[in-house]
């Protein structure tokens, strides 16, 4: 069994895998638009974020997953804790590594790009009220997006019902991505969107932090809300 630093490091390591492929394909695609904003991607290049999301999770997956369970967000590992299915004496080194992850993550970017185009042009992969939906819209994304890949994760790897779990649940990231990502820029993972608004900060270009609350906790209760509603509709085999 694999002590805490093992799952710390893996949880670091998949949390940056994730985050950095991930957003840099944001960053990709809005310098490819000419800087025009996260409002001007089309349908094309959230199907291909949403690739890029869902294949860095699946490899992050099938590489770390026998270590810490491969959790790699915030929501997902409060979730299952709620949920009694994570111990509390694992919780918060779990959370540290997951935005220590996404902060370097982040930060990796900018040392590959530059500030100019990575955090100026791309924003880091920032979210954002994309389609002018306001807090309670980008509350109802956030909620149903997490629900729903939570509810995957506990469908796939948790209780073991899907032969490929790390392939199921990369896809089920990537049609998220694409379903909500116009909405609200799809972040269902608090570190995943604390990251690049950290950095942006850092380097002296603006960040949504008044949206911040909202990408914090509905991912949260989307997460626990499908932990308890998978344990309520699931049936016990005789």
Known sequence: MADMIQKFL?????SFILVFFGTASVVLVLLVNGGLGIAAITMADWIAIGLAFGLALTVAIY????????HFNPAVTIGLWAGKKFPTSDLVPYLVAQFVGS???????????????ASTTGALGSVGDVAGIGMVGIFVAEFLGTAL???????????GQAKDAALSIGLVLAGIVVAIGGFSGCGINPSRVFAPMLMNTLVGNAAPWELFPVYLIA???????????????KVDEA
């Open 10 to 14: 893996a949880e670091l390591i998949g």
């Open 63 to 70: 590489a770390l997953a026998p270590i810490s369970g491969a």
């Open 103 to 117: 902060i370097i993550a982040s930060a990796a970017l900018i040392l590959l790009a530059g500030v100019d185009i």
């Open 149 to 159: 890949l939570m509810y995957c994760i506990m469908a796939a790897a948790v209780d």
């Open 219 to 233: 991912p949260i209760i989307g997460a626990i809300f499908a932990v308890y509603l998978f344990d309520f509709l």
